[in-house]
């Protein structure tokens, strides 16, 4: 399996610009998590989609952050417009939601900076 | 709510030696899983071990092996024989079967050779 794959792996923009992250979860799983990483707040879970529903988004900054996932082999997450205070690493990951499989896999991250 | 601590920001070793990650948790919860995620300099979280809150034994992976104190919220990573290839951020991460995943603030372990 190819993993969770993630694109772009870097993107740099300037403020104000539509940013879309994408995401393709290991094939199989069900659950597909999005996450944030700063130097100042960790590693913090934005939203988790549950067989495409969303199911916990109260991680999402503000009404500028959206997800969508539209089929169990795709999510995006797009900020708009963008703010130079969301420049950071964003990270997806899958799960199978099994007894055995509660570990999540990740992706290997979208860098953004927004000038 | 679930917290993570991780009190120790940064850490060293020297190579071949062994080191000890501390982390603790909160929760009212009796059944959770918890794990130990490895970011190395490439930034890909990498899956280094998992302990089942209802297992008494602890779990092992190769060189890394835990110490899980239930009683205390505690989840400490040992790892053994350190390889330069360990120096990463280490997450302590905790998750309840509604998948509410929470992770530590993380330990910079650095290897010297």
């Known amino acids: 399996d190819a993993g969770v794959i993630q694109s772009p792996r870097h993107e740099v923009t300037e403020m104000g610009q539509e940013v879309t992250l994408r995401c393709k979860p290991i094939?199989?799983?069900?659950?597909l998590f999005w996450y944030r990483q700063t130097m100042m707040r960790g590693l913090e879970l934005l939203i988790y989609f549950n067989n495409n529903v969303p199911i916990d988004d109260s991680g999402m900054p503000e009404d500028r952050f959206s997800a969508k996932m539209p089929n169990a082999s795709f999510s995006t997450l797009k900020i708009q417009p963008s703010e130079p205070r969301d420049s950071a690493v964003y990270f997806c990951a899958s799960s199978s939601g099994l007894a055995r499989s509660y570990e999540q896999y990740f992706g290997p991250g979208t860098r953004l900076t927004v000038t | 709510a679930q917290t993570v601590t991780q009190s120790q920001p940064e850490m060293s070793v020297q190579e071949a030696e062994t080191v000890t990650l501390s982390c603790t948790y909160d929760?009212?919860?009796?059944?959770?899983?918890l794990f130990w995620y490895k970011q190395p300099p490439s930034r890909q979280m990498i899956l280094v071990i998992r302990q089942e809150a209802y297992k008494q034994q602890n779990a092992t992976e190769n060189r890394f092996s835990v110490n899980f104190q239930k009683a205390a919220k505690s989840f400490s990573l040992k790892i053994s024989d350190s390889q330069l290839g360990d120096t990463a951020m280490y997450f302590c991460?905790?998750?309840?079967?509604?998948?509410?995943?929470?992770f530590g603030p993380g330990t910079r372990l650095s290897v010297l050779p």
């Open positions: 094939s199989g799983h069900n659950s």
């Open positions: 991460a905790f998750l309840n079967y509604g998948q509410n995943f929470v």
């Open positions: 929760t009212s919860e009796n059944n959770y899983y």
